[in-house]
């Protein structure tokens, strides 16, 4: 009997052992499991992520870009063939009677509008819109629908038009914003938006530069407002009639100021 329970206990030990080890190895297994699991599952998820969100982002930025559209008025040259004032209209307009020029420098109207959009392309672009000119070349006479399809093309946030003003009264001065007024169905769905862009970019204008206020004017005899599809505005920039703001205007300076003024009034009325 000794001798039997002495054998018995010992197998008893020996199986005990066993079991004990299996149970730590398993244990041990599960755990490594455990861990390799977790790192591929997280690891290839940090990634994607990371992936996805950049691609947006970029895409977001090309089709957020906002577009303006510069118009500079008038050309070296009169466009004297004519053209439908509004679509559907039977009457008839001439392209381009030639512009105004100054009463002492004698600088052409053309002059200053393309110099003072150049400039405002400029800001706007190192600003981040994306801008397109009608032109960019004084030689190039465009009628007013040829304008307008510009900014309908490229589905412009704001055609700004640039021009500067002139009387047979050489002591009327100031700047003005001109407005399309609500004849047709272009100009009623575009009315209001142009009608609110406008009076910021001329707040600008004015605070900016300091020229005196001569207000918003509604027309409705300007092909160029009759046939945009998109929110339009006309910036009469002063006169070149009057003898001070015709030195001003033709100043590199001035023209500066004003499309500073004009830019940060674009980018309050339609923000990136």
Not at 81 to 91: D, K, L, M, N, T
Not at 225 to 252: C, H, Q, R, T, Y
């Amino acid at each position: 009997m000794y001798v039997e329970e002495v054998i018995s206990m010992d197998m008893k030990k020996i199986i005990c052992n066993a079991l004990i080890f299996s149970l730590i190895l398993f244990s041990s297994c599960e755990n490594k499991t455990s861990v390799v699991s977790n790192s591929n599952k997280e690891t290839p998820e940090v990634t994607v992520k990371t992936d996805v969100k950049t691609v947006t982002s970029d895409s977001n930025k090309k089709s957020e870009a906002i577009t303006i559209v510069i118009d500079p008025g008038h050309a070296n040259r009169s466009n004297l063939s004519e053209e439908q004032i509004a679509p559907g209209s039977s009457e008839m307009k001439i392209k381009d009677g030639g512009g105004a020029q100054g009463i002492v420098t004698h600088t052409p109207e053309y002059d200053v509008n393309m110099k003072v959009s150049l400039k405002l392309k400029k800001i706007l672009e190192d600003t981040g819109y994306r801008v397109v000119m009608t032109k960019s070349d004084n030689s190039v006479s465009l009628g007013n629908i040829e304008r307008a399809e510009v900014g309908n093309r490229e589905g412009a946030s704001l055609v700004i038009r640039i021009h500067a003003d002139s009387s047979e009264n050489s002591s009327v001065n100031g700047a003005s914003v001109l407005i399309p007024e609500k004849i047709n169905s272009n100009t009623r769905a575009i009315g209001d938006e142009s009608l609110k862009y406008g009076e910021i970019v001329l707040n600008s204008l004015i605070n900016e530069v300091g020229m005196k206020n001569d207000g918003l004017v509604f027309r409705k005899d300007l092909t160029g407002f009759n046939w945009s599809k998109v929110p339009v505005i006309l910036v009469e920039m002063g006169f070149l009639s009057n003898a001070k703001e015709d030195k001003l205007l033709s100043s590199d300076e001035y023209q500066n100021k004003i499309a500073a003024a004009l830019a940060n009034g674009i980018k309050t009325a339609v923000p990136i």
